[in-house]
């Protein structure tokens, strides 16, 4: 009996093979480094970095652009999906046909025009006409006041906010609940929702490559994203939806910036 206890004392403390890798404290491995989608563009003209807080709508805006546009020129699957450090396109590619209305320099290719007139082709011209040049002079480039614009005002109250680039980038019109908001000018409805933070019920207006206008705090929308609209044209209706009292926030934005809104208007 002592002979087979002793044994089996010493089959418990044989090893049996090598022991188990432990990883007791040495030098820990650094994490991987995952780099932000578009990180090699960081610092780029025409691109940007995410901040915490920031949505597309809000960096759309602040680039004077259509949000869908940031999210196409991105490949974006789901808009609300940022990432701190993730690096966003905000000017389009070279190649790509800007979401504004655009007068074409040629001849359309569509078989029917918006007004449902079917284009003729240039063959059609009658042979006592005179024959078109063989290489048509180039159009002059755009002057740098090709975009300007004369606005209208948006509603009719009297303004009770100026303007001030660090807090306030619109004027407040002071009005009643339900008053008409109209278009400032001919454009495109850009964006149409409440989305974006401290505005509301808000409508943005995208009227050329250079300029957008911004309609907030609005008791109802009347339109809708990608709908054309023309220079006074009711929009919304005045009300006071994320914020103190019943009011139209408007802005005007140059290239994405906002400028006021009062240098663009007629003086009352």
Not at 95 to 104: G, Q
Not at 165 to 183: L, M, T
Not at 191 to 207: E, S, V
């Amino acid at each position: 009996m002592a002979v087979m206890l002793i044994a089996a004392g010493c089959s418990t403390t044989r090893v049996s093979g090598p022991a188990p890798v432990e990883d007791r404290g040495g030098a820990a491995r650094p994490p991987a480094v995952v780099a932000m989608p578009g990180a090699e563009n960081a610092g780029k003209p025409g691109y940007y970095t995410v901040k915490p807080g920031d949505t597309l709508f809000r960096i759309a805006l602040d680039s004077g652009q259509n949000w869908r546009d940031v999210q196409a020129w991105n490949n974006l699957s789901n808009p609300n999906a940022l990432e701190v450090g993730q690096v966003l396109r905000v000017q389009p590619p070279v190649s790509a046909t800007s979401s504004a209305p655009a007068t074409p320099n040629g001849p359309t290719t569509s078989p029917v025009a918006s007004s449902g007139v079917v284009s003729r082709p240039l063959e059609s011209t009658p042979p006592s006409a005179a024959a078109p040049p063989a290489t048509p002079p180039a159009a002059p480039a755009p002057s740098a006041g090709a975009d300007e614009i004369t606005f209208i005002w948006p509603a009719q109250g009297t303004v009770i906010t100026p303007f001030d680039d660090a807090n306030n980038k619109g004027v407040s019109i002071a009005g009643k609940i339900g008053d008409p908001v109209v278009a400032a000018a001919d454009g495109r409805v850009v964006y149409a929702g409440a989305g974006l933070r401290g505005y509301g019920n808000l409508i943005i207006l995208k009227h050329n490559n250079t300029y957008l206008t911004a309609y907030a705090h609005n008791q109802a929308l009347l339109v809708r994203e990608d709908q054309s609209v023309r220079q006074g044209q009711k929009i919304a209706e005045m009300g006071s939806s994320d914020t103190d009292r019943v009011k139209l926030h408007f802005e005007v934005r140059r290239m994405g910036k906002p400028v006021d809104p009062i240098a663009h208007l007629p003086k009352r």
